[in-house]
């Protein structure tokens, strides 16, 4: 099983661009998250979905979008990137209530320059 | 608000030292509580996870937690650190908003040889 798979892995974009990142999770789980993690911040939650078709937003959801059109995709977009986006963006998969531990993809480290 | 404090930002301890890291949670009922461990460049992995029942859980790598209501209290602990425990440690729970994940902002351990 490859768990949460994080495409791209590194990315550089110009201020004013957009992007995609791409989670990909092959456990049929029902949840999937979308946190960055910034020196000394821990981790923040931007986006979650409890199923396929649904989002919502977490504590720092402002300049970015998801989507949820498969079960097993969860789609981070940023329209027109910023400076203050730069960071590392993990995404997580968890099954459901019952089992509610995350597991975390590897992370994509993005610069805005 | 529900969060999750880890009061301290680094720790070191020396190789074969007893390890406590503390972790504090504010949420009324039980929530579900968890331990991960980030190595650097890498993504999070689950240490261990308390949801009910027995209040000392063991997880891998020789980690164990204490769940204590009356302090609010998820503390990690180690009897003896190896250097290969170095690695940022993150506290975690779940508590009333579905499939929402709250982290603490992290603990660094580094280990002396």
């Known amino acids: 099983n490859a768990g949460v798979t994080q495409t791209p892995k590194f990315r550089v974009l110009k201020t004013g661009q957009s992007m995609t990142l791409l989670c990909a999770q092959d456990?049929?789980?029902?949840?999937m998250y979308w946190y960055r993690q910034d020196p000394g911040m821990g981790l923040r939650l931007i986006h979650y979905?409890?199923?396929?078709?649904?989002?919502a937003k977490g504590e720092v959801p402002d300049g970015y979008n998801v989507s949820r059109l498969k079960k097993q995709n969860f789609l981070l977009g940023l329209e027109s990137a910023a400076p203050s986006q730069t960071s590392v963006y993990f995404c997580?998969?968890?099954?459901?209530?019952?089992?509610?531990?995350?597991?975390f993809g590897q992370g994509t480290r993005l610069t805005v320059v | 608000a529900q969060s999750v404090t880890q009061p301290d930002i680094h720790i070191t301890v020396s190789e074969g030292a007893s390890l406590e890291l503390r972790c504090n949670y504010s949420?009324?009922?039980?929530?579900?509580l968890f331990w991960y461990v980030q190595s650097p460049g890498q993504g999070l992995q689950l240490l261990l996870k308390?949801?009910?029942?027995?209040?000392l859980v063991q997880g891998i790598k020789g980690f164990e937690a204490e769940f204590k209501r009356s302090q609010s209290s998820f503390n990690l602990r180690k009897p003896s650190v190896h250097w290969s425990d170095a690695a940022e440690y993150f506290c975690?729970?779940?508590?009333?908003?579905?499939?929402?994940?709250?982290f603490g902002r992290g603990t660094q351990l580094t280990v002396w040889p």
């Open positions: 997580a998969s968890s099954y459901r209530d019952t089992q509610p531990e995350a597991f």
């Open positions: 456990m049929n789980h029902e949840y």
């Open positions: 979905s409890v199923g396929e078709g649904t989002t």
């Open positions: 949420y009324g009922a039980t929530p579900y």
């Open positions: 308390y949801f009910s029942g027995d209040t």
């Open positions: 975690a729970s779940r508590g009333s908003t579905l499939g929402r994940l709250y």
